[in-house]
């Protein structure tokens, strides 16, 4: 048997993990736990950089859940700019057509130049609906829980 010193995270690691991301309130938001392992290779942008730096150096084998503020999280404070009007010809030609939408519904919509985005109906009017194009974590804490399977 070696006593070999577990391998650890580094910028360049290949991992196996399992991994939660859950609001303030415990309320899981995405959990591979009870799943398939993730896999991932350290750099590549397959987790948020702010999560990433948080599994540098933690040895394989580990399990540690981690509180991110919402600066930390990677998606920043609400933006009060970013609560929009879309005048009800934009939302008929940017979005899906005849849709019926509901206060709370994520409409999605076609980008200038291709793409898409989305934003959450907030309020509807006789001219036009107010949109709030915020991430829906914005602003929030957020729990990180990792479990470290295998570090190459």
């Not at 303030?24 to 938001?29: K, P, Y």
């Not at 990433?52 to 150096?57: D, I, N």
């Amino acid at each position: 048997m070696s006593n070999a010193t577990p391998a650890v995270v580094t910028e360049s690691s290949y991992l196996t993990l399992h991994y939660r991301v859950a609001a303030a309130d415990g309320n899981d938001i995405v959990t591979t736990f009870g799943g398939t392992p993730a896999t991932l290779m350290m750099g590549q942008g397959q987790l948020a950089p702010a999560l990433e730096q948080k599994l540098l150096g933690l040895p394989e084998g580990a399990h540690q859940t981690f509180t991110l503020s919402p600066d930390e999280g990677g998606f920043g404070p609400r933006n009060p700019d970013l609560i929009q009007a879309v005048s009800k010809a934009t939302l008929a030609d940017n979005s899906v057509p005849d849709e019926e939408y509901a206060v709370g519904d994520l409409v999605t919509f076609n980008a200038p130049g291709g793409g898409k985005f989305a934003g959450v109906l907030r309020e509807m009017r006789a001219d036009s609906a107010i949109f709030d194009f915020n991430h829906p974590l914005a602003g929030q804490t957020l729990q990180f829980e990792v479990q470290l399977i295998s570090v190459l």
